[in-house]
C-alpha cells in the first residue's frame, strides 16, 4: 500500500506527485554522491494544494511529505518513493516526523508567534530525514505578519527546505506567496469513490457506507465519522429535524440554543482529550515535580498553553457549528430538488417524509431564502460574530422562509 492509496479520487494529483517525489529522490541521491543535480526536475520547493472542503488537501499534502521522506530500499531498485512501510513514510503519515513540521490554525488566525519558530526551523538543513518539509494546513488563515513572515521563507528557502500550502482556493492565499508555489487542485471525490474506499480501507458494511458518502456529498473524513461513530449519526438526525420544529419564535430560540450547546459538547469533550494531557506535557518540561509548584518564571509558560487551548476549544466550537450548517443546506439542497422535479440528487434519503413535507408547503424562492440564510450564518461565525446571535437569526429565517 503506497503513501497515495488514501487520495480519493485523485489519481492526476497523485501522478504528479509521483513524478516529483522521483526527482527529488533523484537530487538528494546526486547530492549524496557528489554528482551534479539532474538538469530537468518536476521538484520545487513550495507547492499550494486547494480545493472543496472534504477533497483531503491535507492529507494529500501528508501523503507527498512521506513520499519526499522515504527510505525504501526500492527506490534504488526503480521503486518509487512512497512505500508507506518504511520509518520515513510511517513517521510522516503519523506526524511524528522530526524534518516534517505542521503549522494549523489553533483560533481563526495563524499568528505570527505560531509561526516564528517554524520559519525558523525551514532555513535548517535536515536533522535525520531527506527534506526540512514545512506543511501549512491552513494557509488562508495566515494573517498580515505571519504570512509575510511565510513569504521571506519561501522566497529564500534553503536547499532541502519544501513548503506545502495548502487553502480552499488560490484566492484565499496572498499573491506573492502563490506566484512562488506550484499549484495544485484537488477536486471533490465522486460518492461511489468515498463509499468503495469506506468498504475496502475501513471495513464498513457497503449500504451504511454509500449513505455516508451520500449525506456528506463526498466529504471523507465527514463521511467516514458518520459510518463509523452513531454519536456523529445521531447528531447529524438531529441537525436534519430541526426545519419540522421552527413552528414558533420559543421553538426557533430552543433550537438554536441546542445547536450551540452541542457544538459545545463537542468542543469540550475535545479540550478533555487533549488540554490535560498538553499541560502535564509543558510541566513535566519545565522541570516541576509530580503534583509539585511550577519553577518559579514559568507562569508565563503556562498562561500562553492556556491562551492556545482557549482559542482551540473556540474554534473547535465553531467548526462543529459550520458541519451541522452544511448538514442544513443539504437538507434545503434536497427540498429544492424535489421542487424542482429532480430526484437524482438526494443526498438526504433517510429523512424523504420530511424532505416531501417541505417541498409541498413551501416554494422554490423560501428553500433559496433558506439556504442563503444559512450561508449568511457561515459568514458571521467567520467574523466572529457570537454563536447563539447568529444561529438564532438563521432559525428565525428559516421560520419566516
Known amino acids: 500500500m503506497t503513501v497515495w492509496d488514501d487520495l480519493v479520487g485523485q489519481e492526476k494529483v497523485s501522478a504528479v506527485l509521483d513524478a516529483a517525489a522521483r526527482d527529488a529522490d533523484a537530487l538528494v541521491t546526486a547530492a549524496a554522491a557528489g554528482q551534479p543535480p539532474p538538469e530537468a526536475s518536476k521538484m520545487t520547493h513550495a507547492w499550494l494544494f486547494t480545493g472543496p472542503p472534504g477533497a483531503g488537501r491535507n492529507q494529500t499534502a ?83 505578519k505571519s504570512a509575510n513572515a511565510v513569504l521571506k521563507a519561501v522566497e529564500e528557502p534553503a536547499p532541502r527546505t519544501v513548503w506545502l500550502l495548502c487553502a480552499p482556493s488560490i484566492e484565499d492565499v496572498l499573491p506573492t506567496i502563490r506566484s512562488r508555489c506550484r499549484h495544485l487542485t484537488l477536486r471533490t471525490p465522486s460518492v461511489h469513490a468515498v463509499a468503495d474506499m469506506l468498504v475496502r480501507r475501513d471495513g464498513i458494511e457497503p449500504e451504511v457506507a454509500s449513505a455516508a458518502a451520500r449525506a456528506t456529498q463526498g466529504h471523507v473524513d465527514r463521511a467516514r465519522r458518520l459510518a463509523t461513530d452513531p454519536a456523529a449519526r445521531e447528531r447529524r438526525a438531529a441537525v436534519l429535524r430541526l426545519p419540522l420544529r421552527l413552528d414558533e419564535v420559543g421553538a426557533c430560540l ?117 439556504i442563503e440564510a444559512i450561508a449568511a450564518c457561515r459568514e458571521a461565525l467567520d467574523r466572529n460574530v457570537a454563536p447563539l446571535l447568529a444561529v438564532e437569526a438563521m432559525t428565525m429565517a428559516l421560520r419566516a422562509g
Open 254 to 370: 430552543k433550537a438554536a440554543q441546542e445547536l450551540v450547546d452541542a457544538a459545545a459538547e463537542d468542543a469540550k469533550q475535545l479540550a478533555e482529550e487533549m488540554d490535560g494531557k498538553e499541560t502535564e506535557e509543558l510541566k513535566a518540561a519545565l522541570g516541576a515535580a509530580q503534583g509539585g509548584r511550577l519553577p518559579r518564571g514559568t507562569a508565563g509558560v503556562m498562561k500562553d498553553l492556556e491562551d492556545m487551548q482557549k482559542r482551540r476549544r473556540t474554534r473547535t466550537q465553531r467548526d462543529s457549528l459550520d458541519v451541522a450548517l452544511g448538514d442544513l443546506t443539504g437538507f434545503y439542497r434536497d427540498v429544492l430538488a424535489l421542487q424542482l422535479g429532480s430526484r437524482v440528487a438526494i443526498a438526504n434519503g433517510d429523512t424523504e417524509d420530511a424532505l416531501e413535507r417541505l417541498a409541498r408547503g413551501s416554494s422554490p424562492e423560501a428553500t433559496l431564502r433558506r
Open 62 to 144: 501528508r501523503a507527498f511529505a512521506a513520499a519526499l521522506q522515504c527510505v525504501s530500499p526500492d527506490r534504488a531498485l526503480g521503486g518509487s518513493p512512497g512505500c508507506g512501510f518504511c520509518d520515513g513514510c510511517h513517521t510522516a503519515l503519523l506526524g511524528t516526523h522530526a524534518d516534517v513540521s505542521t503549522v494549523a490554525a489553533v483560533g481563526s488566525e495563524i499568528l505570527v508567534r505560531d509561526m516564528r519558530d517554524t520559519v525558523r526551523k525551514s532555513f535548517t538543513s535536515p536533522a535525520n530525514g531527506r527534506w526540512q518539509i514545512i506543511l501549512v494546513e491552513d494557509a488562508e488563515r495566515l494573517n498580515e
